[in-house]
């Protein structure tokens, strides 16, 4: 049992209503953002209809709001907007649906005026809408309106679509809209997309920038962009209506020979059960860059070839996809169709092969994840001047995974990226230089034998005696 000074639910209950009021009072003064939620929580339990009163005047405040919110005010807008969205969830959804949807639209909507004056490099604003956009579909099913209502006011909402708050409105609404209200949705995208463009005079123009070319036009990115809206829009009513034949449709022939969209057309053929054709769909992509991983792609071909029951040729592909890229996802793949014990020998024979990789940063990474540790000691023992101590994304955690039973190789690893970092000045990696130099240190006594390779002691020394005057980075060396 928890000591009764511990800050949990059951011991805050037994101070009392009294004392624990005084104290949300003291809490929240000069806290707008507290102050809001027991303001929301009091409406909420008046009433659904006082708590919606009190969301649409912050959703209001909100959108009226002109102040820009960098990125370290951005915490708090976020948990404004999240307890907002919450709310109508929790305090109007459960007792009255039709309010609480038509209030998340309002919410959702706050996109716009919001991203006008933030700053979301790192999602977390975009999120919280995209979660706003799930509940817009929860809402409808359990609101039950019209469902030709609803789509009018999807069309509109994909076309304020400005900062991809609604990618996902189709799908989500999906249930809601039902047979009628996607078809609804539909034809009136249909019936835009056949609009000829409005022809401004030029004065009407609006300049928004310039390039080589001359003015940038208003016009000339709204257009275009009316027209991507349309075309994505009706891809994820055909997928929502299972119209693999629409899909496609949506591109013209030479787009669907690009491999992305040639794997996305085939997936849905498959799912159709429409193995035969997903597979020419594959075969007649067209690969702009030899070589380049293009797993979307090689992934729709191997469920093709499974589809169509050509279990060798599916597995000849896994192997490919081994061979070429070192995918491990695909070689374990290839190694669950095998039967017991000849997945050993494959296995075997795979990492001889990795050993072998000729990109060695590549053949590194995979043997220390795969995990094969002796391997991977092995392969740095072997070829360690092809070590590049700029791969710290592939080194430290070879490093780390080789530390136990093989500190010579790790401490090789460790060397290349100290080196790299002394060499080339980059005194932003001096912290995690510094470190590395430590974990060499306490590796040393559990070398052995260092072999041709430099003893800790004349590692330091060498260091010290090119780049001794870097005192930023000795300092940090304890």
Same mark, same amino acid.
């Given at each position: /049992?928890? *000591?009764k ?6 011991? #805050? ?6 004392? &624990? ?26 009433? =659904? ?26 915490r ?6 999240q ?8 305090h109007?959804?459960?007792?009255d ?6 209030? /998340? ?7 716009? *005026? ?16 995209h ?18 209502? &609803? ?72 257009? *275009? ?85 050509? %279990? ?13 890229f #070192? ?11 095998? =039967? ?6 494959a ?8 050993? %072998? ?37 592939? &080194? ?20 290349? /990226? ?11 990696r ?32 060498? /260091?010290?005696s ?13």
């Amino acid at each position: /049992m928890a *000591p009764k000074h511990t800050l949990n639910a059951q011991n #805050l209950e037994a101070l009392g209503a009294k004392r &624990l009021a005084e104290l949300l009072i003291d809490i929240s003064s000069g806290d707008a953002a507290a102050k809001r939620r027991l303001r929301l929580a009091l409406a909420g339990a008046q009433s =659904p209809a006082d708590a919606a009163r009190e969301i649409r005047k912050r959703l209001t405040a909100i959108a009226r709001s002109r102040s820009f919110v960098d990125w370290q005010n951005r915490r708090s807008l976020a948990e404004d907007l999240q307890t907002q969205r919450r709310a109508i969830v929790n305090h109007v959804g459960k007792s009255d649906p039709r309010e609480a949807l038509d209030l /998340m639209w309002s919410f959702v909507a706050l996109a716009s *005026p919001v991203f006008a004056r933030c700053d979301d490099s790192s999602g977390t604003v975009i999120e919280i809408f995209h979660e706003g956009v799930s509940d817009l579909g929860q809402l409808a099913e359990a609101a039950k309106g019209d469902t030709k209502d &609803l789509a009018d006011r999807a069309f509109q909402a994909l076309l304020d679509n400005d900062y991809g708050q609604f990618d996902d409105l189709v799908a989500e609404l999906s249930p809601a809209l039902g047979d009628a209200g996607l078809e609804h949705l539909k034809s009136r995208l249909v019936a835009l997309s056949k609009e000829p463009a409005k022809k401004l005079v030029e004065h009407e123009r609006k300049k928004i920038g310039w390039s080589t070319g001359g003015p940038i036009y208003e016009d000339e990115i709204a257009d *275009p962009h009316r027209a991507r809206v349309i075309e994505i829009a009706l891809r994820d009513i055909a997928d929502a209506q299972g119209d693999v034949d629409a899909f496609i449709a949506q591109y013209d022939r030479e787009t669907r020979k690009v491999p992305r969209i040639a794997a996305a057309i085939a997936e849905r053929l498959l799912a159709a059960g429409r193995a035969a054709e997903a597979l020419q769909t594959i075969e007649a992509a067209k690969h702009k860059r030899s070589g380049w991983p293009e797993f979307e792609w090689e992934d729709a071909r191997i469920a093709a070839l499974d589809g169509l029951e050509r %279990s060798d040729d599916a597995q000849t592909a896994r192997w490919s996809c081994f061979e070429r890229f #070192l995918s491990a996802r695909h070689l374990r793949d290839y190694l669950k169709q095998l =039967p017991d014990f000849d997945d050993i020998e494959a296995e075997s024979r795979a990492l001889d092969y990795a050993e %072998s990789f000729k990109p060695f940063s590549a053949a590194l990474s995979f043997l220390a994840a795969w995990p094969a540790p002796d391997r991977a000691a092995k392969l740095v023992l072997n070829r360690t001047e092809e070590l590049d101590g700029d791969r710290y994304e592939v &080194l430290s955690p070879v490093a780390d995974a080789l530390a136990g039973k093989h500190p010579l190789a790790a401490t090789l690893a460790l060397r290349a /990226m100290i080196e790299f970092s002394l060499d080339h000045g980059r005194s932003s990696r001096y912290k995690h230089a510094a470190r590395h130099f430590q974990e060499c240190a306490s590796l040393a006594p559990a070398i052995a034998d260092f072999g041709k390779h430099e003893t800790h002691e004349s590692f330091v020394a060498r /260091m010290r005696s090119k780049h001794g005057k870097k005192s930023s980075f000795w300092s940090l060396v304890t």
